[in-house]
């Protein structure tokens, strides 16, 4: 395993269950909750070289999913006004 993934471990993981309470209040939906979940996580793994240690990672971890739901929001809003 190396250093940058065991690090992301380190400071990731252990808010999961946070963030999945998070996603509920924004989804409403559990299933809709856990993929929010999966996105979130995806983009901070891809993202981690961006993140400063020692800064509040929940804090970072919530202004990506703030800005996922967002997204996912407005593109849900496009796809209906198409139809």
């Not at 992301?8 to 209040?25: C, H, I, R, S």
């Not at 993140?51 to 202004?63: H, I, N, R, V």
Request: with cysteine; aromatic share 10%.
């Amino acid at each position: 395993m190396t250093d940058s993934r065991r690090s992301f471990e380190n400071d990731v993981l252990p808010y999961v269950q946070t963030l999945n309470g998070l996603a509920m209040k924004y989804t409403h939906n559990e299933s809709e909750a856990d993929d929010l979940v999966q996105e979130v996580l995806l983009r901070a793994y891809r993202s981690y070289g961006s993140y400063e240690p020692g800064t509040k990672c929940l804090a970072w971890l919530s202004c990506i999913m703030k800005n996922t739901f967002i997204n996912r929001y407005r593109a849900h809003q496009r796809e209906k006004a198409m139809l």
